[in-house]
């Protein structure tokens, strides 16, 4: 075997182990947001729902369902709407600009506080590294917010 060949198969080696590790993450976070939002959707009113946690893409439709009503006035009952929007333009139109995907991170983003809001004293904390991480974090969040009673805010 020449040296480049190794060098191929070495750099295929690692490039499948970093393919590997990215997929044991994602099903990581994956199973940390459906136990997450499966026992905060099981303690809303939107309990029926519960079962979506584990759904993979309608699984990401719970948090505007839970929020819908604590969003800000102009846009109660139409935030999961507007979610859904941002959801089908961030798919189609960040192929044309990429900066049109983070239009569904911003509302999932904004959607977050509300959760975190109603479960955590430190929303704006948990927001924050949200933002930062550009959303990564919100399994994690949501995982740790789970077993925790709706805050009943004056």
Do not use: C
Not at 63 to 90: Q, Y
Not at 112 to 118: C, S, V
């Amino acid at each position: 075997m020449s040296s480049e060949e190794s060098f191929l198969l070495g750099f295929f080696a690692v490039f499948a182990g970093f393919i590997l590790f990215a997929i044991l993450i994602a099903i990581i976070f994956y199973v940390l947001y459906a136990v997450g939002m499966y026992n905060i959707t099981k303690r809303s009113e939107k309990s029926d729902l519960a079962f979506l946690a584990w759904i993979p893409i309608a699984q990401i439709f719970l948090i505007p369902l839970i929020v819908e009503n604590d969003v800000h006035k102009e846009i109660r009952g139409k935030f999961t709407m507007i979610f859904v929007i941002a959801f089908v333009v961030s798919i189609v139109l960040s192929w044309v600009f990429a900066p049109f995907g983070l239009l569904y991170t911003a509302v999932l983003i904004y959607g977050f506080y509300f959760l975190a809001n109603k479960f955590s004293q430190n929303a704006v904390v948990h927001t924050i590294i949200a933002a930062i991480t550009l959303g990564a974090s919100i399994p994690i969040s949501v995982f740790r917010l789970r077993k925790r009673e709706p805050i009943v805010h004056a």
